[in-house]
């Protein structure tokens, strides 16, 4: 069964770095999203992507946040400068209809 | 602002027996309703969806809608112990955002 394949699994920064979380979606998949979960809270929207632009984006995805399809297979989220508070898990998501399918997540810890 | 609402729990329930798990959302125009299974330190997975008013039902669980109530309940019949997670309701509030309730904890008992 296809699915969404996030990278790294972990990943560890130090405070005003910048990082860059990795997918793939599934390959036939229309939509593509980037959501958060800081531990024991829930899971927070962050932005959606259409036909290679942002469709939506939540008070959190601000201008230290971005999202490029630099290809036709990858999905990225950039966090220019990091803070404590983007520790979390971000998950990438991807549908065509009305299924969301997840991926396994890239647990951030900021320094 | 959009909201999804569900009680945080625990809600502990006998092996066996039926768990209920209740949802409330504030958009009224919203069209789409999700439950999705959350085991610690995994990602969200789908149980269903539902977009009518009324019961849906896959295998052991049954969703229920009412949108004049605002309301979206899970049924979970013959509760296994592999049930216990977390259950996220989530609702589409537009073409491309979906978004999630903070979840209700689910232990089944043996």
């Known amino acids: 069964e296809p699915e969404v394949t996030q990278t790294p699994s972990h990943q560890v920064t130090q405070m005003g770095q910048e990082v860059i979380l990795r997918c793939v979606p599934i390959?036939?998949?229309?939509?593509f999203y980037w959501y958060r979960q800081i531990l024991g809270q829930k899971v927070e929207f962050l932005v959606s992507?259409?036909?290679?632009?942002?469709?939506?984006k939540s008070e959190i995805f601000d201008d230290q946040f971005s999202v490029e399809r630099p290809d036709g297979s990858n999905f990225t989220l950039k966090i220019r400068s990091t803070k404590l508070e983007d520790s979390a898990m971000y998950f990438c998501?991807?549908?065509?209809?009305?299924?969301?399918?997840f991926g396994s997540g890239t647990q951030l810890s900021v320094l | 602002q959009k909201e999804v609402e569900q009680n945080s729990g625990p809600l502990s329930v006998p092996e066996g027996a039926i768990a209920s798990l209740n949802c409330t959302y504030s958009?009224?125009?919203?069209?789409?309703f999700f439950w999705y299974r959350q085991y610690s330190g995994k990602s969200p997975e789908l149980i269903m969806f539902?977009?009518?008013?009324g019961d849906k039902e896959d295998g052991r669980f049954t969703a229920q809608l009412n949108k004049a109530s605002q309301y979206v309940s899970l049924l979970i019949r013959d509760s296994q112990p592999s049930d216990s997670a977390t259950y996220l309701c989530?609702?589409?509030?537009?073409?491309?955002?979906?978004?999630f309730g903070s979840g209700t904890r689910l232990s089944i008992r043996p």
């Open positions: 539902i977009y009518s008013n």
């Open positions: 390959s036939n998949h229309l939509y």
């Open positions: 989530a609702v589409k509030s537009s073409a491309s955002k979906i978004i």
């Open positions: 992507f259409y036909n290679n632009e942002i469709s939506e």
């Open positions: 998501a991807s549908n065509r209809v009305e299924k969301l399918f």
């Open positions: 958009d009224q125009g919203s069209q789409s």
